[in-house]
């Protein structure tokens, strides 16, 4: 079975109304996920695509029985959302949008633990299920169902690398955005975990990011945990210390963080690492 998410999920979207919420989730119907309703405060009664009922809160969506929400709100409610989502019973929580404060995150990822949720992201372009279950905005033209699953803490070389996995003939299982703000519901060996038992995969992909110490403990996690073949890329190896790239959990400080030391990391692991993105499929075959 599929990691996380799949044909069967129920998906909700918080935030269905605004701009980003009301396209994304119009390609996620069109990718053939099952979104039973959104929420939009001062909406409710209304019908997304005269279709996908809209409600008010997360609390008037719970007789749909949903499995997952999308939360697409501006930072500063995210919180509030996000502990709706999770005190209603709602299983996995994606959140896509960037720079939610730090004690925020704290928070929906401590509550989140204590009620039995998954938290994905913030900041992340979310989960995809190949030919089952897409939440997020991952493009969805970029996938072919295989066998390779891919877990990134970058956006958009996330769509890179699957793009190139499915131009050279191979194809992916689950794809996931783990998020690229400081402070995020799982990493790199929560996904693995899942990755390791899922009889649909067969090899998998990291993509990770200078920054932080989540490659390096991701790197002695599977030396001694898993059996699958894991390549990789570490993007941001020029990066001077003190500047951030791209996001901000892509900061090298104090010379903890380097592209070298994960790579050295992966290394000791049997990891191959990839020079340039487009390299990957070579590394897989």
């Not at 990691?3 to 069967?8: G, L, P, Q, R």
């Not at 909700?12 to 396209?23: A, K, L, N, P, Y």
């Not at 502990?83 to 404060?101: D, F, Q």
């Not at 131009?167 to 996931?176: D, K, L």
């Amino acid at each position: 079975m599929s990691s996380f998410v799949d044909e069967k999920t129920k998906v909700i979207v918080q935030g269905i109304t605004g701009h980003q919420g009301s396209f994304h989730a119009g390609e996620m119907l069109k990718f053939g996920t099952k979104i039973v309703a959104g929420t939009s405060p001062g909406k409710g009664g209304s019908k997304f695509m005269d279709k996908v009922p809209v409600f008010d809160n997360v609390s008037e969506t719970i007789h749909l029985k949903p499995d997952a929400t999308m939360i697409s709100v501006a930072a500063p409610y995210v919180k509030d959302a996000a502990l709706e989502a999770i005190y209603s019973g709602i299983k996995i929580i994606y959140i896509l949008t960037e720079h939610v404060p730090f004690h925020d995150s704290m928070e929906i990822v401590h509550n989140a633990r204590r009620m039995g949720s998954i938290v994905l992201g913030p900041n992340g372009p979310g989960i995809t299920a190949v030919g089952k279950c897409k939440i997020g905005i991952m493009p969805n033209k970029i996938f072919k169902k295989g066998k390779i699953a891919v877990a990134s803490r970058s956006g958009t070389l996330t769509y890179e690398i699957v793009n190139a996995i499915t131009e050279a003939g191979m194809g992916e299982s689950t794809v996931i955005g783990l998020g690229g703000d400081p402070v995020v519901g799982m990493n790199y060996i929560d996904v693995l975990k899942e990755f390791e038992k899922d009889d649909e995969t067969e090899e998998i992909v990291l993509v990770g990011e200078i920054g932080g110490s989540n490659e390096e403990i991701a790197a002695r996690y599977i030396k001694d945990n898993v059996s699958k073949k894991v390549v990789a890329y570490i993007t941001g190896r020029s990066a001077p210390q003190g500047k951030r790239m791209g996001h901000a959990g892509a900061i090298i400080e104090k010379g903890v963080g380097t592209a070298e030391s994960k790579i050295k990391a992966f290394g000791e692991a049997g990891v191959k690492v990839a020079e340039y993105p487009v390299d990957i499929p070579s590394l897989l075959e």
